[in-house]
């Protein structure tokens, strides 16, 4: 993960714009005993993204509050944001079966082939007040294309199973899903100004970006694009059909063990 001092936007070829990147290796070969046992050995790693979020969480409100003073993140609050999002994309990477080495306990690993690159810069002071409000778009996007691709994913993990490796359609479907997410996570912890974008891949038209890695930029075939909206319609069914019919009793009351909070949807 790289941080910038500098508060100006970086010139690309995205223009001020520069969003987040995220840096994921070619799909290769995966052992298939690591991908049945996927999510089991994941288990520690999907408890300490959860205690380190709620620490994050409060990060997250002292830093609204100090950047509508200064129009910025303080260097130790983005410092720390920038740090659990990588370790929270690790994760996911992981299991979404982007990658095979197993995430390594620890908030700075750069030596781990899963990486995003943050540039922190000025932030709007009227766009930080009013944030929960903007980033709500985003959200029921990326709410969306991770639900549907959590309803089909077994059927990749099958895949894996079988081929001990994910299609190039199917890789590319799934980084274009963790990479949005992470920006709409980056977004939403302000850790960038500009608003998530990218979710059907990058324009190869866009400019001569450096090629960096096999999601930067993320060039996505048909095939991959279909499955994207895919994952969007399946998203949709998902949240449609799973809305909690017993999530009132018969006095018409909410029942607590039945009503998600909101804030547990990403």
Sequence with gaps: ???????????TADGPEWRPALDVPAPGPQRRWTVLLRWPLLLPQFL????????AFFVTVAGWFTALVLGRLPDGIAGFLGRYLAY????????????????PFDLTAPEYPVRIELRPTALNRLAVLFRLILMIPAGIIANLVVAGWFAIG???WLVAIVLGRLPGPVFGATAAVARYRMRFSAYAAMLTPVYPKGLFGDDPAAGAEEIR???????LDTGAKALIWVFLVLGLLTQVFSRPTAAYDDNGLANPAQVVHPAGRS
Excluded at 48 to 55: N, P, Q
Excluded at 88 to 93: F, I, K, M, S
Excluded at 213 to 219: E, G, I, N
């Design 1 to 11: 993960m790289t941080q910038s001092r500098d508060p100006r936007p970086p010139v």
């Design 48 to 55: 300490a993204v959860l205690l380190l979020g709620i620490a």
């Design 88 to 103: 929270e994309t690790r994760v996911t990477a992981s299991s979404m079966l982007l990658v095979d080495r197993y995430p």
């Design 154 to 156: 077994w059927v990749f």
């Design 213 to 219: 890695s096999a999601t930067r930029p993320l060039l």
